[in-house]
């Protein structure tokens, strides 16, 4: 699998914003789609937002118009700038990718091990 690392989480304000980043690593063939998702305590873990290689974003209903995913395929990055939060954006944030390593005939899921978002009100 290849390693994900995320940052940029922490506590902020209701109305407030944070940019979470995810860089991969680990004899990168091929990034396809790059995903953020959240869990929050006692809830399902839920997509948040993701993108394709070629900049194709998709975002979920609650994040629409608040949450911005872009990517850097040079520095293999995902972004997710998230603006106007509210308290129930609390959670942990996971990246996602779709991938492929050297020598690897298939892509492969790889997660990250997740970040802190708490959103007070």
């Known amino acids: 699998q290849v390693q994900l690392v995320e940052s940029g989480g922490g506590l902020v304000q209701a109305g407030g914003s944070l940019r979470l980043s995810c860089a991969a690593s680990g004899r990168i063939f091929r990034i396809n789609a790059m995903r953020w998702y959240r869990q929050a305590p006692g809830k399902q873990r839920e997509l948040v937002a993701g993108?394709?290689?070629?900049?194709?974003?998709t975002y979920a209903d609650f994040v629409k118009g608040r949450f911005t995913i872009s990517r850097d395929n040079a520095k293999s990055t995902v972004y997710l700038q998230m603006n106007s939060l509210k308290p129930e954006d609390t959670a942990v944030y996971y990246c996602?990718?779709?991938?492929?390593?050297?020598?690897?005939?298939?892509?492969?899921?790889?997660w990250g091990q997740g970040t802190q978002v708490t959103v007070s009100s």
């Open positions: 996602n990718t779709l991938s492929r390593k050297l020598g690897d005939v298939f892509d492969r899921d790889s």
């Open positions: 993108i394709t290689r070629d900049d194709s974003k």
